[in-house]
């Protein structure tokens, strides 16, 4: 029987020389990281909202206008922006209309929303050339006056996208897989979950990780694998008592090409402390907190009290050599940055402009990293704004 190499078996060679070389340059040339901040021009006053980076340092997001319609932006290495509209946005004076990037991949492929005039979400993909694909999952729910429909999420370099959607009202978000055919895969991870949410990107053998809500309104980590089974954990002493209580659970946010993922819960000790947590591909936990953070505030801690951003998404960022771009919450509730290098060891930053008031809960806010440890993200500032920034490892 012929034995045929798995997608991973056939990249990984490759990849590795190339982290290698990565990881050999930056100690030959290590000098002190620098970051820069940016702000689309028609931002202001509103903010510029980065969402992920590409393996070339391309970042994507959005940014609000004046009349607080958001708009997608790509960043490209040497610092230019390009702004653009889905076809079919929404234009009306709203902080829900518009487009939402949320995922770009190796050669420059978005993923993303828009919500329309009658605020029904609709996905795209956008080619480096500036053309659109509408995506609406079949069993969608497109009525005008249910507000609902489809997002996309993420996409990996062969085109497999994620997303979730909702077919009527009152009844549980799914997830999907669109295969670069056109063909959807719908998916839950419970037959009695509430809501199915993909998180970050499709890695490059189609693995999937997310949330799913039970029916008790508690949050479980889940990881969904290429050939469609559903793995759901939750972190070690994990809390119980539910959302009413500030209870939200877990989350798995990213994964990367190896099959580790990085994601978040909360504890037990009444306080709702976040901690990180690596997944190794046979389900083995790795808890790590960030030094600083705090650990006895409500919400204070690694990752998870820094895990929405303005556009209701949690992150944290990991690329393939292990290291993890995140943020966490300190005792005076400032958020902060952090690196946590693959060998564990952690670097904390803030950028410059964040507002580090004590008990203004702004500050850093990192969402992704790529393979030459290129950080972006965005920042807050004291009037609650929100500007971009990546970080170099110089």
């Given at each position: 029987?012929?034995?045929?190499?798995?997608?991973?078996?056939f990249?990984?060679?490759a990849?590795?020389?190339v982290?290698?070389?990565l990881?050999?340059?930056?100690?030959?040339?290590?000098?002190?990281p620098?970051i820069?901040?940016?702000?689309?021009?028609?931002?202001?006053?509103?903010g510029t909202?980065p969402?992920?980076?590409?393996?070339?340092?391309?970042?994507?997001?959005?940014y609000?206008?004046a009349?607080?319609v958001a708009?997608?932006?790509?960043?490209?290495c040497?610092?230019?922006?390009?702004?653009f509209?889905?076809p079919?946005?929404?234009?009306?004076?709203?902080?829900?209309?518009?487009?939402?990037p949320?995922?770009i991949n190796?050669?420059?492929f978005?993923?993303?929303?828009?919500?329309?005039?009658?605020?029904?979400?609709?996905?795209f993909v956008?080619?480096?050339?500036?053309?659109?694909?509408?995506?609406d999952?079949?069993?969608?729910?497109?009525?005008?006056?249910?507000?609902?429909?489809?997002?996309?999420?993420?996409?990996?370099?062969?085109?497999?996208?994620?997303g979730?959607?909702?077919?009527?009202?009152?009844?549980?978000?799914?997830?999907?897989v669109?295969?670069?055919?056109?063909?959807?895969?719908?998916?839950?991870?419970?037959?009695?979950?509430?809501e199915?949410?993909p998180?970050?990107?499709?890695?490059?053998?189609g693995?999937?990780?997310?949330?799913?809500l039970?029916?008790n309104l508690?949050?479980?980590?889940?990881?969904?694998?290429p050939?469609?089974?559903?793995?759901g954990?939750v972190?070690?002493?994990?809390?119980?008592t539910?959302?009413?209580a500030?209870?939200?659970?877990?989350?798995?946010?990213?994964?990367?090409?190896?099959?580790?993922?990085?994601?978040t819960?909360?504890d037990?000790k009444?306080?709702f402390?976040?901690?990180?947590?690596?997944?190794?591909?046979?389900?083995t936990l790795?808890?790590?907190?960030?030094?600083?953070?705090g650990n006895?505030?409500?919400?204070?801690?690694?990752i998870?009290?820094?895990?929405?951003?303005?556009?209701?998404?949690?992150v944290a960022?990991?690329?393939?050599?292990g290291?993890?771009?995140?943020?966490?919450?300190d005792?005076?509730?400032?958020?902060?940055?952090?690196?946590?290098?693959?060998?564990?060891?952690?670097?904390?930053?803030d950028?410059?402009?964040a507002d580090?008031?004590a008990?203004?809960?702004?500050?850093?806010?990192?969402?992704?990293?790529?393979?030459?440890?290129?950080?972006?993200?965005?920042y807050?500032d004291a009037?609650?704004?929100p500007?971009?920034?990546?970080?170099e490892?110089?």
């Open positions: 029987m012929t034995k045929h190499l798995t997608l991973a078996q990249y990984l060679p990849l590795c020389l982290l290698c070389a990881a050999l340059a930056r100690t030959v040339n290590a000098q002190s620098s820069t901040t940016f702000d689309v021009p028609a931002s202001n006053p509103y909202v969402d992920d980076v590409n393996a070339e340092g391309t970042v994507v997001g959005f609000f206008d009349n607080l708009h997608g932006f790509l960043r490209s040497d610092g230019k922006l390009t702004t509209d889905a079919g946005a929404g234009t009306k004076a709203s902080d829900h209309n518009g487009t939402f949320l995922g190796l050669f420059g978005v993923v993303g929303y828009y919500n329309d005039d009658n605020l029904v979400s609709h996905g956008r080619s480096p050339d500036g053309q659109f694909t509408t995506l999952e079949p069993d969608a729910d497109t009525n005008p006056a249910d507000q609902l429909g489809t997002q996309a999420i993420g996409i990996n370099a062969l085109g497999v996208i994620s979730g959607y909702t077919a009527a009202p009152n009844t549980p978000t799914h997830g999907f669109r295969a670069p055919s056109g063909k959807y895969t719908s998916f839950d991870a419970s037959s009695s979950d509430l199915t949410i998180n970050g990107p499709v890695n490059l053998e693995a999937i990780v997310g949330y799913y039970d029916s508690l949050s479980h980590a889940f990881v969904r694998s050939n469609g089974t559903i793995a954990f972190g070690p002493s994990s809390c119980t539910g959302v009413t500030g209870c939200y659970g877990n989350g798995d946010l990213n994964i990367n090409v190896f099959g580790w993922s990085v994601g819960f909360q037990n009444g306080d402390v976040g901690h990180g947590f690596l997944r190794r591909p046979n389900g790795t808890v790590f907190d960030a030094p600083g953070a006895s505030g409500m919400y204070q801690g690694t998870w009290s820094a895990a929405l951003t303005p556009n209701g998404n949690e960022g990991l690329n393939d050599l290291a993890v771009a995140a943020t966490y919450l005792s005076s509730n400032v958020y902060h940055g952090f690196l946590r290098s693959p060998e564990g060891t952690f670097t904390s930053f950028a410059p402009g580090l008031t008990g203004d809960y702004n500050g850093t806010f990192p969402v992704n990293i790529n393979n030459s440890g290129l950080i972006a993200g965005f807050t009037s609650y704004v500007h971009g920034f990546i970080r490892p110089k």
